[in-house]
């Protein structure tokens, strides 16, 4: 185990915002920290009035919300009072559009300013912003319009002709979709910037509740099409607390989440919490580049850094050269998210760049850090932390009959959260029994396995799933199964997350071909090539292996955990360990 990181206070730093963990944690309410959000002026909250329009009430507007680096070296900052106006003018349109409460607005888009603008001008509408990873192909993107039932989806001219023009016959619901640099050749869309001219610069605050929907999340799970994740604009309490207490922050600061926000955090955690703590939030347009994000994090002199092990470890392969000639004093607090973060990532960024990245756990479903190690206390490297104030974590064992036992320090089980806080989603989209097996005896079970030790810092084990985590992403085995099954070669698939150096997992599928089929090297580059046009290069498998037929149950499905046995090595002879890893998962 690597050396615990003591801590001592630097004195030329600002206090950190929650010095007394423990303190904090034996007093702490949900309850008061919800009544202490200002909230509206005539009542109410919303997330996006929280985010930008109170700083504006408050003398901030000048302040830059977001300062936006584009891919070609374009430098634009947007102040608070700016985006302020920006969003009501969506919002506007939004409603002349006849949009409104609970509606679906989904974005597809990369790190574009109008993202950031639709986010927002959508939560002040009272609708439902649900964003699309820009990366996903046709048919993820199609699965999510079509569960989402969204009525608009903000896109870029270049993606609504790869990914939804040829099937937009097949989206019913979708009315109106809106493109942020139409040049008026596509029919049936709008200009996003020629309705944003329209609307006016100020409008009555939104007048949303806290239990109104506010954010739809899609997440993956062992079977079945995605799941749409349901937050509401109460949410915001725990995106406060957590940008205060975890990540540190503080109006001024300049803080940089390089997660993309077609996923969660990139959301929550790119746009939400750094907003609402009034610090200006970069965003970079371009890829990942590790001379590129020592530039930026030197040249814009970032304080608070949220990041991903999957990078980290990208930074460590570029060596200690590519930090040579970038000030990196700015920086206060390093944080990281998404998968394990290795204790090597942790004692290596303590040598390299000063100062350790402090893992944070948590899931579309807990829509805010729920475990986490602190600016104050010592780290424990290869140690998730431990559970924020107002956060009642542990290890559990689902009882065959229902309910759970909690498990004792040191033993592995599932990691549970006591159910209720803010940030919880609240449904599943149109999926009750899907929401509902995710709870009992008042408990939120996590799907994650781990141990608590004696001290209270949790570790992380793995999934109790067929989950796949690559680069930091979720992906559902099934999807990428149902379209590998759509080609006329393929007779059964199935998906594994296999382990890799720098992305943790990558997909990689085996197929057993229909009997007229053989396999060969062009076969398999074909299939590879068809996934990765149907899926988009963030979900597609990476690799593809031949087998005559899969390890089935006698019901017919296929055991994707005798096929990850057989990918490591493991004894295939041990079938009913691998079995019973998952009482979720009925072999018949
Ligand atoms: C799953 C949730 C967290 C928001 C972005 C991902 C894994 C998350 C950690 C961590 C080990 C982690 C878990 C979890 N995970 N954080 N610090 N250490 N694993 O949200 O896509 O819903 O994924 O990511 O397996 O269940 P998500």
Known sequence: MAALIHKT?????????????????????????????????????????????????????????????????????????????????????????????????????GRIPELYITALGTLKAGAVFCPLFSAFGPEPVRVRLVKSQARVLVTTTLLYQRKIREQRNNLPDLEHILLTDSDGSE???????????????????????????????FTSGTTGTPKGAIHVHQAVVAHQLTGRWVLDLR??????????????????????????????????????????????????????????????????????????????????????VGEPLNPEA?????????????????????????????????????????????????????????GVDRLEPGEEGELALRAGWPSMFRSYLDDAERYQQCFADGWYLSGDLAICDIDGYFWFVGRNDDVIKTSGHLIGPFEVENVLMEHPAVAEAGMIGKPDEFAGQIVKAFV??????????????????????????????????????????????????????????????????LESENPEEPDA
């Not at 049936?188 to 806290?210: A, I, K, W």
């Not at 040598?351 to 350790?356: C, K, N, V």
């Not at 396999?519 to 292996?545: H, I, M, N, Q, Y």
């Open 9 to 109: 206070l630097n004195a030329n730093e600002p206090a950190p915002n929650l010095m007394d963990y423990r303190a904090m944690r034996a007093t702490f309410s949900w309850d008061i920290a919800c009544t202490e959000r200002a909230g509206l002026p005539h009542g109410g909250l919303n997330i996006a009035f929280e985010a930008v329009d109170r700083w504006v009430a408050s003398g901030q507007g000048e302040v830059a919300a977001l300062r936006w680096l584009g891919k070609n070296g374009e430098r634009r900052d947007i102040s608070y009072t700016e985006l302020a106006r920006l969003s009501n003018r969506f919002a506007h349109s939004l409603e002349q559009l006849g949009i409104g409460p609970g509606d679906r607005v989904c974005v597809l888009a």
């Open 187 to 217: 029919p049936g869309t709008h200009s996003f910037h020629t309705l944003l001219e329209t609307g006016p610069d100020h409008r009555s605050p939104p007048r949303t509740q806290p239990e109104d929907w506010a954010l739809l999340h």
């Open 251 to 336: 109006p001024g600061d300049i803080y940089w989440c390089t997660a993309d926000p077609g996923w969660v955090t990139g959301v929550s955690y790119g746009i939400i919490a750094p907003l609402v703590n009034g610090a200006t939030l970069v965003v970079d347009e371009a890829e990942f580049d590790a001379r590129r994000w020592y530039a930026i994090l030197g040249r814009e002199r970032v304080n608070v850094w949220y990041t991903a092990p999957t990078a980290i470890r990208m930074l460590m392969k570029a060596g200690t050269e590519a930090t040579q000639g970038h000030d990196l004093s700015a920086l206060r607090f390093m944080a990281s």
């Open 346 to 402: 942790v004692t290596w960024s303590l040598a390299t760049l000063g100062r350790p990245f402090h893992d944070t756990w948590w899931q579309t479903e807990t829509g805010a850090i729920m475990i986490t190690n602190y600016r104050t206390l010592d780290i424990r490297p290869g140690s998730m932390g431990q559970p924020l104030p107002g956060i009642e974590a542990a290890i559990v064992r689902r009882r065959p009959g229902g």
């Open 512 to 577: 057993a071909l229909k009997p007229s089929y053989v396999p060969s090297d062009a076969l398999r580059k074909e299939l590879l090539g068809f996934a990765r046009t149907r899926l988009g290069p963030a979900v597609a498998p990476r690799e593809l292996e031949f087998m005559p037929d899969l390890p089935k149950t006698r019901s017919g499905k296929i055991m994707r955990r005798l096929l990850r046995a057989r990918e490591l090595g493991l004894p295939l002879g041990d079938v009913s360990t």
